[in-house]
């Protein structure tokens, strides 16, 4: 028998978990508390982290309907990675958060990615830090057992990342950062921050605060993140694990080129990834069917990608694959929705059975008003179905005197609308515009002989390279 103490949830993460519930977005904490279903999912990735620990590499496509709790699933496997010691970022993609750009879109995505960066110590981000202090500290106790001075020690440790692209500024960053933490100059340790999480924009001012001739760009950020996941290895951790939610912006790149482009780097990362090559760590990237599956914009329509992610053949009439790099989320069954409502019922009452506001019947109540409102999408993509619900048990908790079977009544639902389905701009469209936009010869001659600006940007249809 489960001892009720083990039931009680601390009032903090009560709370946070509703009030983000009540919003519409995932909790970023308790995430364990209302978890139910896809078990074999969720082992699928727990693997995955044992092989990133290992030395090895993976990669995922979690791929689900809108509103179905990818970013849930994502956040899940994050805490999970964290506790089994891996350092996690992670970004959501936009307009200005992409894998390729020419105006600073990728290094904007490495700079929100090192900014996320967590431990297990600290798994609300701003870790990075925390992880150079502990290769230095590991470094300090290492040379105290073998007898040699620390400085040696940094030295024969940084070395084998001089190997690598980049390797060998990354590397006098770190030894920089350390000599500032012995010389207690706190400006070159931040400066040294502030050079790995891709947050200078000129060489020059690198050069002149770390001495280093390069900088981390949008042609250079991923093979940083591969020094990265060799760098918190050496600092103690077991890998690094990189999640990227809202991958459907890339379908939703107007400009053909800018989306093959961002294509081929993905190409790059799956490739990596699925050879060996870029150890110790693993990629988690969330998207929609319509990312995935759209021949004409979505990784479909980019032939080796299409090649490399189509589906097992044999897994049909009810069979699964686990082991491809794209994990489909099923949905979930009434039964683990009917789990769930419990779960929050208990979450709402702080873990204490004597504090419910619902009978069991009134789960099995609620489910069947749902079902008569929105049909079975109330389970298959429940985000809207778990905001009324909690909505549903605010009423009760501040209307004592209230009884649940008229309060089900007024409980409003409708289906949640998928952004991604849309109407998109066809590209045919985009050289309409570009087309009709003002030719150079009509530009004002305070702009004619402007700097060259950023072709890759969509927003502005007059820049669009032809």
Known sequence: MTDPSELKIRTRDRDAILQSLRAGVVPRVGQRHIQVGRVREIGALVEDIDRIADGGSTIRFVIGEYGSGKTFFLMLVRAVALEKRLVTIHADLSAGLRLQGTGGQARSLY????????????????????????????????????????????????????EMVGGFDFATVIDAYWKG????????QSDAVRWLRGEFSTKTEARAALGVRTIIDDAT???HLKLLARFVTMAGYTGLLVCLDEMVNLYKLANTASRASNYEQLLRILNDSLQGIAGGMGWLLGGTPEFLLDTRRGL????????????????????????????????????????????????????????????????????QHCAGRIGDAYFRTPRNTIKEFVNFLAVLEQNPGAFWTDVLNGVQLSVESNPDLAPLP?????????????????????????????HDRDDDLRTFRL
């Not at 506001?357 to 489910?367: C, G, K, Q």
């Not at 570009?434 to 305070?446: G, L």
């Open 111 to 162: 700079a929100e990615l090192l900014r996320n960066l967590s431990t297990r110590a600290k798994p609300e981000g701003g870790a990075l830090p925390s992880v150079v202090e502990r290769f230095i500290s590991s470094a300090v106790e290492e040379a105290g057992r073998r007898g040699i001075s620390p400085k040696a020690v940094v030295a024969e440790r940084l070395a084998s990342l001089k």
């Open 181 to 188: 933490s012995e010389s207690g100059k706190e400006e070159v």
């Open 221 to 223: 950020w991923y093979d």
């Open 300 to 367: 479909y329509s980019y032939a080796a990608l299409q090649s490399r992610l189509a589906e097992n053949t044999f897994a049909t009439f009810g069979l699964a694959d686990y082991s491809g790099p794209v994990l489909r989320l099923t949905n979930l069954s009434p039964e683990d929705f009917y789990v769930l409502l419990t779960k929050i019922r208990a979450v709402y009452a702080g873990g204490d059975p004597s504090k419910y506001l619902l009978p069991d019947e009134a789960l099995t109540a609620f489910m």
């Open 426 to 454: 066809d590209d045919e469209q985009v050289m309409a515009a570009v087309a009709a936009a003002p030719s150079p010869e009509t530009t004002p001659p305070s702009t004619a002989h402007a700097p060259d600006v950023n």
